[in-house]
């Protein structure tokens, strides 16, 4: 059974340089410390590796931060084995805060809106931005992930998202009832391109 981590949580906040014992997997978000953790890992405090045994359990998560059993998930989709093709969108995207829909293009072909009880989030393209926006950050790209993914399908955007992270490239990735939408700034998006082609994604 999973232990209650949000005593474990706080453990952690109160002291960061304890973290580095933790592992999580980016897939299902399990917390827990690492199974190599020795018995005295803090000068100042000597009760800490027991304290992080009582509040986690011991994880253990692959190269690409996957625990054990969304591994398994993973392996039985025979992911490694699909070859996941991604298309280029035309034109420049702006991330935006809005205040209402007011002022929204729905008749583009891209239009990403999100909200929640303390914000509406707009992704459009450059070109229709509204100019009621609270904030906003241009210059980014976007590649669609082709072909309905399906929602058992773990592990897509999480494997892209790691091997864009490993080379510095920032991502913002927005989901759909479809697909997947991966958004890279302007300046990176080539690169991240590269990358991604490097790795047996086919980009079109
Ligand atoms: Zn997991």
Same mark, same amino acid.
């Given at each position: 059974?999973?232990?209650?981590?949000?005593?474990?949580?706080?453990?952690?906040?109160?002291?960061?340089?304890?973290?580095?014992?933790?592992?999580?997997?980016?897939?299902?978000?399990?917390?827990?410390?690492?199974?190599?953790?020795?018995?005295?890992?803090?000068?100042?405090?000597?009760?800490?590796?027991?304290?992080?045994?009582?509040?986690?359990?011991?994880?253990?998560?692959?190269?690409?931060?996957?625990?054990?059993?969304?591994?398994?998930?993973?392996?039985?989709?025979?992911?490694?084995?699909?070859?996941?093709?991604?298309?280029?969108?035309?034109?420049?995207?702006?991330?935006? @805060? %809005? &205040?209402?829909?007011?002022?929204?293009?729905?008749?583009?072909? +891209? #239009?990403?809106?999100?909200?929640?009880? $303390?914000? =509406?989030?707009?992704?459009?393209?450059?070109?229709?931005?509204?100019?009621?926006?609270?904030?906003?950050?241009?210059?980014?790209?976007?590649?669609?992930?082709?072909?309905?993914?399906?929602?058992?399908?773990?592990?897509?955007?999480? @494997? %892209? &998202?790691?091997?864009?992270?490993?080379?510095?490239?920032?991502? +913002? #990735?927005?989901?759909?009832?479809?697909? $997947?939408? =991966?958004?890279?700034?302007?300046?990176?998006?080539?690169?991240?391109?590269?990358?991604?082609?490097?790795?047996?994604?086919?980009?079109?």
């Amino acid at each position: 059974m999973r232990k209650r981590n949000d005593t474990g949580d706080h453990y952690l906040q109160m002291y960061p340089e304890l973290k580095k014992w933790i592992n999580q997997c980016i897939i299902c978000q399990a917390t827990g410390y690492k199974p190599e953790m020795p018995e005295h890992i803090s000068r100042e405090f000597s009760m800490a590796a027991q304290n992080i045994k009582g509040y986690f359990n011991p994880i253990y998560v692959n190269e690409l931060n996957i625990c054990v059993q969304c591994e398994k998930i993973v392996a039985s989709k025979q992911l490694g084995d699909i070859k996941m093709e991604l298309q280029k969108i035309i034109g420049d995207f702006s991330v935006c @805060k %809005i &205040s209402n829909i007011d002022q929204v293009d729905f008749t583009r072909e +891209f #239009v990403f809106l999100s909200k929640t009880s $303390d914000e =509406i989030s707009l992704v459009c393209e450059t070109n229709c931005v509204p100019s009621n926006i609270i904030a906003v950050e241009h210059g980014w790209k976007a590649l669609k992930i082709s072909g309905i993914l399906d929602f058992g399908m773990v592990g897509v955007i999480a @494997k %892209i &998202s790691k091997l864009l992270a490993e080379s510095e490239i920032a991502v +913002f #990735v927005i989901s759909t009832y479809n697909t $997947d939408y =991966i958004l890279l700034k302007t300046e990176s998006f080539d690169n991240g391109v590269k990358v991604l082609m490097h790795n047996g994604y086919v980009i079109k």
